[in-house]
């Protein structure tokens, strides 16, 4: 059952292929009209001989089946082609059957079969690609999308009232309702002989009557049974009931031909709009109902388009014709049009018929004349078509048709800016001055600056050029008036466009320190208050007032820059009448008050018995003090490698960071940094000797400091005054040493005080053939560092102590000297010897 499913696509892809290049079949067909073909014709040879070419196909069974539906195949000899492959089995007993003598001959023919296959059939992507090529071009055409997304139904069934006129005919289904003193209702259908046979009347011939002439035909039928319908007391309606259907063949340049059944009831348009519509070469102008060999009408789709009625769309019968055939004109119009497409004419129509299919022009069209791009016997050629010419110009197919826009300028506009009261464009007016154009500006404002003002003009080369003129002189007659021209562009400068921004500044304790625009008459007392009034930190004394200098003498060293004021401001800022005035550009500093400290926290951890937060009480607090203040060390503590970490502030609001967990990780995390920050400061300046206690922050904001020596001599030398933000923390005892840098394995050792140096870089692995030996240096613990000392020949190293760390630093690494960077040294040094010689000779 798989095979049968897999073959039948590629054989119907393969009878497709067949028909489209050409082969021989009993049917003579086009490449793009499959209605008329029959499955029946095809012999089981032929079949079979698809089947061996199954795996050539490559699609499936849906596509091939759209296809063969877009071809105009009907769905029955679908349905037949899909039998006649599974009643044959999915191949021929040489495929299903083992061991046969012809099995490598079938191979080879299936391979020969496939190559043929490849090179006859166009690829699928390249098949898509003119599809999709035809079909935008199709969608440019005028009355294209009429027919767009129509869906491929190919036995519809048209619901529409029935119309009076209508002509019974066999297969017709009549509804006699009869009602009054008699009630019945029959339903009836009209036999292949056109009557009908009415209960206790008889058989009556309805065929070939109207509607309306069966019905009075019945009801006089009836009258002669039922004697009321006479007087009218019973009444009879006769009503159509199901219609019969017809088949109507859609030939010619249209997207699916083929013949459809459809109601009797449908027209010509109901069979187009079925069959696709016309093709990309479909003439949508010129559609011909043909019946028994006669056009009976011309159908013209430009009638719905424009005029929203069919003037010919005559009503179908069995067995009618319709005709698409190819355009014969064609005209492309685009550009500044409400419908820009491709247009069909007929014969005689001239452009402003093409003019009213494109909808007219757009309201920025350029109407005055159209260009037009036509083919000639050799070569194209542009044309253009005056207004004067639309009613008589008669296009020609082929011709492309642009519509332009107007210009993108105006032809009496000019424009005034500035200080007036409404600036903007406005209308060029013959005679217009520019006194009238200020007065259509609503006048000037009050802040305008009146001595000069200035127009923009372009001259007859379209160079712009400049014309002063004194605004007072002009507003009040005193000046000649100028007459304006267009695309003129007054300009009236404001007093403050004119001059700096009027501004003064305050900072120092007060809440929203800034620059503040200046006002005429402000006072001190007014800055303070737009700046948010006082901090708590600031006294009203002293106040301090920087004013600039505009006069100074440039001639003079001394010369005096800026001149300043002492002011003193009540912190209630009442007003008095001796308030300090201040001027443009004015500064002002508000003072801290004297003796104002705000409370400063330092902080102590690790190896204390209480650590924590604790606020500076006196301006000379040191570490010592501290560490009182903290109860003293624990036993495990480890004064020597004791730290202080200087530069951050301690927000007392913060407890959660003031446990041990916390503070254990910020240090060890800050030492790595200080460490890697001592390494390469040490680095780079190879010759530090000596004891190197930091006393400075390097940028972590770690200080060396000798805890032990301050405890023993509090107050003397390196017992630091306490500052805001300062972290001291103690250490447990350190019981290892890090050895780092240029050694063959470095590592971390256990602390031994008889060890030295040499002793930790041997238990290390020594040092590496890199390594700068009179370089190295310790980091101890408490963030000092020692170098080593060099006496004559020989390297004095320094003390190792618990938790300090070793490192070795690295020589320069200097590239070998190029064979060009040595020819250049003998080359100097020859000529150095030269020198030499010539100077002693």
Partial sequence: MAKRYFYFPAVLFLVLTSLFGGMGFAQNLNATDLSQIRVEDLSDDQIRSYMRQAEASGLSEAEMERLALERGMPPAEIDKLRERVERLGGGTTSLNKPGLS????ERQFLDSSHAAVEENTPRLDTVNEAEKSFNELRLRIYGASLFQGVTPVFEPSLQIATPRNYVIGPGDQLLIDIYGRSEENHSLM???????????????????????????????????????????????????????????????????????????????????????????????????????????????????????????????????????????????????????????????????DLLRYAGGFTEDAYKARVKVVRYTDKERRIEDVLQSQFGHYLPQTGDKYIAERVLDRFENRVAIEGAVFRPGEYELSPGLTLSMLIKKAEGLKEDAFLNRGYIVRLKDDMQTEQLAFNVAGVIAGTVPDIELKREDVVAISSIFDLREEYTVAIDGEIRSPGQFIYAEGMTLQDLIMQAGGFRESATGTRIEVSRRVKNADALSQSAQIAEVFQVDAHRGLTKTERDFVLMPFDKVVVRTATGYETQKTVRIEGEVLYPGIYTITRKDERISDLVKRAGGFTPFAYVAGASLKRGLAVDATKTAETTAE??????????????????????????????????????????????????????????????????????????????????????????????????????????????LRKSSYVLYANGSVKSTNRFLFFNNYPPIKPGAEIFVPQKEVRPPMS???????????????AIILTMIR
């Fill in 102 to 105: 012809g099995r490598n001959t």
């Fill in 190 to 352: 009209v036999t292949p002989d056109g009557t009908i046979n009415i209960p206790y009347v008889g058989v009556l011939a309805v065929a070939g009557m109207t509607i309306e002439q069966a019905t009075e035909r019945i009801r006089s039928q009836m009258a002669t049974v039922y004697s009321a319908i006479r007087t009218g007391a019973t009444k009879v309606n006769v009503a159509l009931g199901n219609i019969r259907s017809i088949k109507v063949t859609v030939t010619g340049e249209v997207v699916k031909p083929g013949t459809y059944t459809l109601p009797s009831v449908a027209n010509a348009f109901n069979a187009l709009y079925h069959s696709g519509g016309p093709s990309v070469n479909g003439s949508f102008r010129n559609i011909s109902v043909i019946r028994d060999g006669k056009v009976i009408a011309y159908l013209d789709i430009y009638d719905v388009l424009v005029n929203g009625a069919f003037t010919n769309n005559v009503r179908l019968e069995d067995q009618d014709i319709l005709m698409v055939p190819p355009y014969e004109s064609r005209i492309e119009f685009n550009g500044r049009v409400k419908r820009p497409a491709i247009f069909e004419l007929k014969e005689g129509e001239t452009f402003e």
């Fill in 662 to 771: 916390m503070a254990e990780k910020e240090l060890r995390l800050q030492e790595e940094q200080s460490r890697m920050l001592a390494l390469k400061q040490l680095q780079s300046d190879a010759n530090i000797v000596g004891d190197m206690n930091i006393n400075k922050s390097i940028n972590n904001g770690f200080v060396g400091i000798n805890l032990e020596r301050i405890i023993k001599r509090p107050g003397q030398q390196g017992d630091l005054i306490l500052e805001d933000g300062d972290i001291i923390r103690v250490p447990k005892e350190l019981q290892t040493v890090k050895i780092s840098g240029e050694v063959l394995a470095p590592s971390t050792a256990v602390y031994s005080p008889s060890k030295g140096f040499k002793q930790y870089i041997s238990q290390a692995g020594g040092f590496s053939a890199r390594a």
């Fill in 819 to 833: 064979p060009q960077q040595w020819l250049g040294l003998g080359t100097g040094i020859a000529s150095l010897a």
